[in-house]
């Protein structure tokens, strides 16, 4: 063994997370079925560019009066 030799540092939350994956070796899989119903969604992409044609401009300032109605 050499005198450079070092282990590889490990945060204290990194020990953390392998101890919660070595207690339950199916978190992993749970983590991605969350991420799926959250954040994996296909986009319909023709449907998304119809939502944006039919979006109204927004004014400057919102809380402004329309004076010319008066």
Known sequence: ???FY???YQS???RFIDSLKAKDPKLEGKQR???ELLWDKVVDRSAQ???R???VA???YVYQTDSSKA
């Open 1 to 3: 063994m050499s005198f």
């Open 12 to 14: 204290e939350v990194t």
């Open 49 to 51: 560019g119809e939502y």
């Open 33 to 35: 079925q969350g991420r």
């Open 53 to 55: 044609e039919a979006g």
């Open 6 to 8: 070092r282990t590889p």
């Open 58 to 60: 927004q004014k400057p």
